[in-house]
């Protein structure tokens, strides 16, 4: 139940399935949402070992003072493609992939609302990912001004600077494609009766995160294209001789970085916000101010870009603005620690492997948020600006935080694929678990039999056509069959069905929809 | 979804065709919106002598104008010949700089003015200055280049002292 | 700890609670402590660099506290409320109260912490009076101190071996933070620091001070500093620029007022010496030349291009009887300029901005040109002489 590949080669849709393509092939035609999603994350794993051993030579070297293994322009490409392949390579990637796994289950979509642009915004991701490594082997190396690319510094570097430019282009069309994917599958495919405000957490904050993706994706691209003019065609955007600033170029990067920063860990807040009630056996606290709270964040992270850059020295007016701006985040984000906090509380807790990555990123996050307020503190930031505190801070939020939690979502979803290919820590002696499927059997428990209506739901809203078989095959199984032998199926619903809220869309949307399903 | 004709195909063709055709044009268009945008909100006036609408002498103080000069990776020598000079808000006033271009070829820079602290760059009204136009130098040219300024009497009371620097750049695309 | 002098005793042992618990928490965990070993921003010897330690030690107190409320309930849940000892899941999943209450307290937490620190950032702006001012320049791999006022200026470059960075020998107590020539301030004066860069953009950072801007090339930004206590402070440049960014430190040493007399005194020697020799003798026709210049870039503003000055404002030196009179009057009046009724007037006292060797270029151009023949030229010696 992979792929409709002949769509794709005739251009016309005849459900003829005589003709799948298999091996490579399957994967470089497929269209299918869970093919690219593993795709995602497969890429996102490769990338997230390239850019693991970038920074174990980074560590290595650094593990005592004195230049041993590296000299020191290599040492600064190190950082600078650590910094890009983990942000465009691992973490960007693996939130697509997951979004593309659930947001189509989750919101009862029978794919994504673009099969063909899904596929092809995830193959611009290894071409682009071949130019960035590939610079370390240009003559003068890979790009080393650090991964926000500072001008005057990258307009005086070499060739590896364009490849990173280039590279940063085609990711930046990559997220765009789907983003815009996301958004309007998020829009026009949810199930009837799946109202915005009863779609679960995790597809709330992609549809956020694609929206931030859409707005500042074409800045950073806008950014790196005024570098390139500067570096090759005799511009001077960032150049003073020529009317230009070289500030000018902070503040368009950091315009798109500081969007950026919330785009790579909203989507973990849907994933948390997802494994911890399964695990707690109760629903998520506070989900209407959830979702405000993610709004408020995506709001606010368009208006305080330039506390990254307190130290080029902007007026007083300037700097309290956006320390205060900076500080207000701290509100939203206190709110989603203490709703998750407040979701523990009173649950029937276990501690599969899934929530123990939940439960640290939250006490981890929480300590990046921490160094973060201290960073907004303008005199503070003024002290630590450039200095290991930032490294660490959002080493704490994109490690501790992102990453944990795509390492429990992809537990949760490996427990639930039945697959049992990842181990996981507390299974041994099972005495918290249930026999087959830890986080099934807590999904189930808590559904108390809505998985079965969210099976029918997903089957019959069907609004494209295109996975005919697909859904009839759901159609034909039961709720349990769906669970047990369907494995796709199973995660669907199960990770759908751990947001309370579908009970009443489920309930009120299939009589609605079951009587204008034959006109 | 049922079986498309060639016919509309084709149709499409033209329709992105065009869609292309109005892109490129929507480039080009550009030139001269911005030139109208420039023009209307004055950001490229940068190059141009500022008006000074009020020549009221503030005697009862006076500023310091330091004077600071830079080079951006160029060879020259570049200096103010007095590095201090002490201006009553008003005043008419007048500075020299030397440029020496060392090296055995023609050369052209151009200078960029900024100030320091940097919203006293607002109250200082340049009428003359040779960072209004790019600046050519034969091998090894001295000259000196002048800076007639005032510095606006309304001047925050409690800015006593002005850093006028300049950084001298090469014009790239003279190189070769 | 050496603590400068305001400081009150209550922010005193605020700070040594803050050395005293990030200490802690990390010697906890480390085998080998060495004695030098810091975990707190440096120690302060500017007020800003005491307002942010301080103001760092409160919000991170803040921190703390929010901290272990929120997650001793969150530990607690943990421990209570598990599957394990029986705990059956409440189904609560909403509290209007409760989220508009950890809604505004942290608003008020956060207004609390705003509050003094736009003070802070108010007061780290206000470079205006400085009672010195230095121009720090950026370039690949080095910084260039200009003593504006004094008119010399030097590059101070890294001084670590190249054995040391290269592990072939033992690394000195200060590696990588030692310069042949620091930057050298006194000790209690306002100093202003007018930062640029020749290339790229980099960081003039100097821990102790509280003071890390950013030298943008083509655009010079103002910070300022004073320094409480002598003594040598080390920082290092904080913005990526290039290969040897971690290899070009800033050292700024603090003298007393009478060493830093004494050193400005020495390096005006030096620059002096480097660029005129007082004592040479000069042909009248260079004097002339050069005193042209001089007179370009100082003078014409009042006495104007062709000597005659202006009528009731600034006198005339074409046919000034000072200019064709005596030529010690003059020196002396062109070194001390004009004092009326014990006020200085517009001309101003030309000894600190000119040199000997200018100052008897001028005056030699003067009493030669427009009507005036004195046929004398004025050497440097003399000017050297009538300084005092």
């Known amino acids: 139940m992979s792929s409709i590949p002949h769509d794709h080669v005739a251009g016309h849709a005849h459900d003829d399935h005589a003709h799948h393509p298999s091996g490579i092939m399957r994967w470089i035609t497929t269209t299918n949402h869970k093919d690219i999603g593993t795709l995602y994350l497969w890429f996102s794993m490769i990338m997230f070992l390239a850019g693991g051993v970038l920074a174990l030579t980074i560590r290595t070297e650094l593990f005592q003072p004195g230049l041993q293994i590296v000299d020191p322009e290599f040492f600064n490409s190190l950082t600078t493609l650590h910094g890009l392949i983990m942000i465009f390579g691992a973490i960007m990637p693996a939130a697509v992939g997951f979004a593309n796994w659930q947001v189509p289950l989750m919101i009862g979509a029978p794919d994504m609302a673009f099969a063909r642009m899904n596929n092809w915004s995830f193959w611009l991701l290894p071409f682009a990912a071949t130019l960035l490594i590939s610079s370390f082997l240009v003559p003068g190396g890979a790009a080393a001004g650090g991964w926000t690319m500072y001008a005057p510094l990258s307009v005086q570097a070499g060739m590896g600077m364009d490849f990173t430019i280039f590279a940063v282009h085609i990711l930046g069309a990559s997220s765009i494609m789907g983003a815009i994917n996301i958004i309007t599958t998020i829009l026009n495919l949810r199930a009837p009766g799946m109202t915005l405000m009863k779609m679960p957490l995790f597809v709330w904050t992609w549809l956020i995160t694609a929206y931030l993706l859409i707005a500042v994706m074409p800045v950073l691209a806008g950014a790196v294209t005024l570098l390139l003019t500067d570096r090759h065609f005799g511009t001077s955007f960032f150049n003073a001789a020529g009317g230009g600033d070289p500030v000018m170029f902070q503040h368009i990067f950091w315009f798109f970085g500081h969007p950026e920063v919330y785009i790579m860990i909203l989507p973990s807040f849907g994933i948390v916000s997802t494994i911890l009630p399964a695990f707690s056996r109760k629903p998520l606290f506070g989900y209407a101010s959830m979702v405000y709270a993610t709004g408020s964040i995506a709001i606010l992270s368009f208006i305080l870009w330039a506390h990254h850059m307190f130290t080029v020295g902007m007026p007083a007016a300037g700097q309290v603005f956006f320390m205060c701006a900076t500080m207000l985040i701290a509100v939203p984000t206190g709110v989603k620690v203490f709703n998750w906090v407040a979701t523990m509380w009173k649950g029937s807790l276990t501690f599969e492997t899934p929530m123990l990555f939940a439960i640290g990123f939250i006490f981890l996050f929480t300590m990046g948020g921490f160094t973060g307020l201290v960073l907004a503190i303008t005199p503070v930031d003024i002290q630590l600006q450039d200095t290991y505190y930032v490294v660490v801070h959002f080493h704490y939020v994109l490690v501790a935080g992102s990453l944990f939690a795509f390492f429990g979502a992809l537990l949760a979803l490996d427990d639930l694929l039945q697959r049992d290919v990842l181990p996981d820590a507390f299974s041994r002696p ?18 108390h039999g809505r998985i079965d209506r969210r099976v029918r739901l997903w089957a019959l809203a069907d609004p494209l056509p295109l996975h005919g078989s697909e859904s009839d095959s759901i159609r034909a199984a039961g709720a349990c069959q769906a669970m047990g032998g369907v494995g796709h199926a199973g995660v669907d619903t199960a990770l759908a069905g751990a947001v309370p809220h579908l009970r009443d869309a489920a309930r009120g949307g299939l009589i609605e929809r079951e009587n204008c399903a034959h006109e | 979804m049922t079986a498309l004709p060639v016919h509309s195909n084709r149709v499409l063709l033209a329709k992105l065709c065009v869609v292309v055709v109005v892109m490129f044009g929507f480039g080009f268009a550009m030139i001269p919106f911005y030139n109208k945008i420039c023009d209307v909100t004055g950001l490229r006036d940068i190059d141009l002598a500022d008006k000074v609408n009020n020549t009221q002498i503030d005697t009862s103080r006076s500023i310091r104008i330091e004077l600071d000069a830079n080079l951006n990776k160029l060879p020259w020598r570049f200096r103010p010949l007095t590095p201090i000079v002490s201006v009553h808000p008003g005043e008419l006033a007048q500075v020299v700089y030397e440029v020496e271009n060392t090296t055995d070829r023609p050369m052209t820079g151009q200078a960029v003015p900024s100030y320091g602290p940097r919203r006293a760059g607002e109250y200082f009204k340049k009428l003359e200055c040779f960072c209004f136009t790019k600046q050519s130098f034969t091998p090894h040219e001295k000259r000196q280049m002048t800076v007639v300024f005032v510095v606006d009497p309304k001047l925050p009371g409690d800015v006593a002292t002005i850093t006028l620097s300049y950084t001298f750049f090469e014009v790239e695309g003279n190189k070769t | ?127 205006s009076v400085p009672d010195m001012t230095v121009k720090v320049t950026g370039f690949q791999w080095k910084w260039h101190y200009d003593y504006l006022d004094h008119g010399f200026s030097y590059v101070s470059n890294l001084t670590t071996p190249d054995a040391q960075i290269h592990n072939r020998e033992v690394k000195g107590e200060h590696y990588l933070l030692e310069v ?204 050297k002489a009538d300084r005092s």
């Open chain 3, 1 to 127: 700890m050496d603590r400068i002098d305001t400081a009150s005793a209550a922010t005193e042992i605020a700070r040594r609670m803050g050395h005293a618990a990030l200490a802690a928490s990390l010697l906890a965990s480390s085998g080998a402590v060495y004695a030098e070993r810091e975990y707190n921003l440096q120690t302060p010897v500017t007020s800003i660099a005491a307002q942010i330690f301080d103001l760092h030690t409160y919000i991170m107190w803040t921190c703390v506290v929010i901290f272990v409320g929120v997650f001793s309930v969150m530990f607690y849940s943990i421990f209570a409320h598990r599957k394990s000892k029986g705990h059956q899941a409440a189904q609560f999943h909403e509290n209007t109260m409760v989220e508009i209450v950890w809604t505004v307290i942290p608003f008020l937490i956060l207004l609390f912490m705003a509050f003094p620190a736009t003070k802070t950032v108010l007061a780290m702006k206000d470079a």
């Open chain 3, 180 to 383: 042949d020539q620091p930057m050298v301030v006194p000790a209690g004066k306002k100093v202003r620091v007018l930062i640029t860069a020749g290339d790229v953009i980099h960081s003039w950072w100097v821990p102790a001070f509280g003071v890390k801007q950013d030298a943008i090339p083509g655009f010079v930004r103002d910070s300022w500093f004073t320094a409480e206590k002598p003594g040598i402070y080390r920082g290092q440049c904080a913005e990526l620029c290039g290969k040897e960014h971690g290899f070009m430190p800033i050292v700024v040493e603090v003298k007393s007022a009478d060493d830093y007399a004494k050193w400005l005194d020495a390096q005006k020697k030096k620059s002096a010496a480097s660029v005129d020799d007082p004592n040479k003798v000069w042909d009248p026709n260079d004097l002339i030349a050069r005193g042209a210049k001089v007179y370009a870039a100082n003078c014409v503003a009042c006495h104007q291009a062709t000597g005659k000055g202006v009528p009731g404002a600034f006198p005339a030196l074409d046919g000034s009887p000072v200019v064709n009179g005596p030529k010690d009057a003059q020196i002396k009046i062109v070194l001390n300029g004009v004092v009326k009724d014990g006020e200085p007037t517009a001309m101003v006292a030309w000894k600190n901005t000119l040199s000997d060797t200018d100052i008897a270029a001028v005056i030699t151009y003067t009493r030669n040109s427009w009507g005036n023949h004195t046929n004398q030229a004025v050497q440097p010696a003399e000017v």
């Open chain 1, 430 to 447: 099972r005495r918290h678990a249930a026999p087959h499927s830890r986080l099934r059997d807590a999904v189930c428990r808590l559904e």
